[in-house]
């Protein structure tokens, strides 16, 4: 058993109120108990999503549903929107499934430019773009909104926003941008353990599908769209993650969505002031920094790796020491979850506290 | 919350010790503490499921993990054994792989005849056969050590055996059958809850899948491989349930298997007496009845839905009315889990308590 709370951006640290939900009793997932708990949760996550589309509960991480809209959406080719690692894997996971792709690439930290994807559409090759809303690898936040106008003007494309880390973190108006997939996890910003993915699929991905061969059984939108007809799953689902989910969305909004959003905001401040006064800078453009995480560019030249093992030893906290091939360049401080203003800043007061070891004299 | 205790072929009812497992706090799924954990698991689902090859944790229903054997194995065709509702469903999921499929098909609650099959795979058509091991639906188990006799005569078919309701509960000898894929779910005879599929896969599985397209990722056998050597999955995993299921290999261990194996067969005989003494019968013949549950025949022409709801809102214990098309022709009586002769004949003793206002008259 861990000795250290978790702040590295997901999973991220689980409340006792949601840990104690995943021990409610079992039932059968055809029994009118699952109908009832399922049917409980769904107005929630229509409102959380902010959309009218089912949202539907899928037994996988949110990889899973990423290759299930891969599969059910592209006969033509994917455009991949890539800008840090989760968003370049896209791209070996649609060739994966033996489809067409290209890359829209920028330098991991940088957004996507509107304006470049608007040209790229416009050669009439695509009929799928994915979209990492917060690189969680880069502590970056796309410009959503921006992005969503671009794709307005191409209506045979459809898009897939993967919202794992900014999910009810900032508000994200699903089907006033148009998106036609939108997905989340469980184990971060909704701050449950991992097992659990969301998703909310759209009335032209529904047609979509309708004309697309080889869509499989496990991830089938339309198989998903028959079973939550009935308040089901198609597949038996993962039982205590949604009791977790349902003592979550009520805490949620219990707290108000929009508090939440701005507890996100004010604490990711807290953390950026922090960055700012030790003299670290971000990775990305303050501009498009993400509100859930943030990414420090280790410009300092701090070591980071003793500083993440020695503030998990000794002070009991685990932050992030960068991801894939910007480990050790950056490293990563998640404010996601149930955090509060006393929380981080017991955290940056116990980084304060051994920083200076790891630092160069 | 459910105020009735499983007696349902799945989920089944959990121990307060594996629901208490599931409160362990989550760490990375890229940290030393989860390979630690992964690598705990491993030896022990080896030792249990008879096999040198890797044991892959799998973050989905059993389906997830049998459609990903569709997509990483078969490029001729394969070859469905079906005998109830969830073997004559791999038809369908095979189909929506956009992959060629035939039927071996018998009535529901018969068995697959290895003779049968000898005579379809000589036809050189197949390279892939799918059986269930336990067909849940009718309580019938299928002679496994004779039809991997004939399958030991075609190199070139690979096997995948469902064994989601056997698992645990008979032997079942991986390695020495040559079974290329055992699968099974973690809500059935491992009594957890649902959401993680446990799947072996050998060497010449792994060989056929270097040589087809279009495996995707979430389901990619050559990535769980990758990830195995690491001490990890290649995607986010359900980590609670994998909590949980350390501690029911421990459990199964501490109980020895031999034990377990023994307790199921004794409670099965226990549910058979109860059968044989009201007169009802088996639908399956008894040589090919079930270890794990009963599926008893209304040949009394009992209310079933009548029976079921009392017991359940009047005794609190919830048993089945019978699967698909069978509903009210058959009701089923799971003996799987952590039940032992005291549980059992409560149950049976709170059944004979109201049954009678069931039968006709």
Request: aromatic share 8%.
């Amino acid at each position: 058993m861990i000795d250290y709370k978790l702040h590295i951006p997901g999973p991220v640290n689980v409340s006792s109120g949601a840990y104690q939900a995943l021990k409610t009793p079992v039932m059968g997932h055809r029994s009118p108990d699952f109908v009832d708990l399922y049917n409980k949760c769904q107005p929630l996550l229509q409102k959380l999503f902010q959309t009218e589309d089912p949202v539907f509960l899928c037994t996988s991480s949110a990889w899973g549903a990423m290759e299930g809209a891969v599969r059910n959406l592209t006969k033509k080719k994917t455009l991949c929107c890539t800008c840090g690692a989760f968003s370049d894997k896209w791209i070996d996971v649609v060739q994966r499934c033996d489809k067409e792709v290209d890359a829209l690439s920028v330098e991991w930290g940088k957004h996507i430019d509107p304006n470049a994807l608007d040209e790229k559409l416009s050669s009439g090759e695509y009929d799928l773009v994915t979209l990492v809303h917060n690189e969680t690898s880069c502590g970056m936040m796309n410009p959503l909104e921006d992005i969503m106008k671009v794709l307005a003007k191409y209506p045979d494309v459809l898009s897939v926003v993967d919202t794992v880390s900014s999910f009810s973190v900032v508000p994200i108006q699903k089907d006033l941008l148009g998106i036609d997939v939108l997905l989340t996890g469980s184990q971060k910003a909704l701050a449950l353990p991992p097992g659990l993915a969301l998703l909310s699929v759209s009335e032209r991905a529904f047609e979509r599908a309708k004309t697309i061969k080889g869509r499989g059984y496990y991830f089938d939108f339309l198989e998903f769209l028959k079973n939550h007809e009935k308040g089901m799953t198609p597949s038996t689902p993962v039982i205590p993650l949604i009791h977790g989910l349902l003592y979550t969305l009520e805490s949620i909004f219990e707290e108000g969505v929009e508090n939440r959003f701005q507890r996100h905001e004010q604490l990711n401040n807290q953390v950026h002031q922090w960055i700012d006064s030790k003299g670290f800078e971000l990775l990305p453009e303050k501009k498009f920094a993400s509100k859930s995480l943030s990414c420090v560019k280790n410009n300092l030249e701090m070591d980071v790796a003793g500083f993440v093992k020695a503030l998990r030893e000794e002070k009991k906290l685990a932050i992030d020491g960068g991801y894939g091939k910007i480990k050790g360049k950056t490293f990563r401080i998640s404010n996601m979850g149930n955090e509060d203003n006393q929380s981080i800043e017991f955290l940056l007061n116990q980084m304060d506290d051994i920083i200076h070891r790891f630092l160069p004299s």
